[in-house]
């Protein structure tokens, strides 16, 4: 080396590794915590009991996310100036049936009880018996199943 070659030197941190991010947490502002529960519960989701009470209520979904429902209130207390969409729903979640005789099963008991329907079962063209449920918040709920063949 010589009194031409100088090292140099710099204090630069190599580049953070690249983060993979992965779903976590489906979340859904509720305007009514206990009507979100019982509707959701339907669909299967296993929320502690006294989560009516709460204003952050979490399921843990088997081999999946976790899923949780938030009062408008507490959304409102870290972002004072937030406000619901008016006119929409607020996210929207898919459940597969099993079987397309399980999409029309559950969209019947949800109907029954009185959840209003934004699609009624069909046989889709892409290969799936289909139905859309809405939650109380308007959030449409899709039931979904693949075709035979």
Not at 1 to 8: I, K, P
Not at 80 to 92: A, I, L, N, S
Request: include cysteine; charged fraction near 20%.
């Amino acid at each position: 080396m010589n009194s031409d070659d100088t090292a140099q030197t710099t204090n630069t941190p190599a580049p953070a590794p690249r983060v993979t991010p992965r779903l976590d947490m489906v979340g859904i502002v509720t305007s009514d915590m206990a009507a979100s529960l019982a509707f959701y519960r339907r669909l299967g989701l296993d929320f502690p009991p006294g989560a009516e009470d709460l204003p952050h209520a979490e399921a843990t979904v088997p081999g999946g996310p976790r899923f949780a429902l938030d009062t408008e209130d507490t959304v409102r207390s870290f972002s004072p100036g937030w406000q619901p969409v008016p006119g929409g729903g607020r996210v929207g979640l898919a459940f597969h049936c099993g079987t397309p005789a399980g999409v029309d099963a559950v969209y019947e008991e949800l109907t029954a009880a009185g959840y209003r329907t934004e699609l009624k079962p069909f046989d889709a063209e892409w290969g799936q018996r289909y139905a859309t449920v809405l939650d109380p918040d308007g959030n449409g709920a899709d039931l979904f199943a693949p075709l035979p063949g």
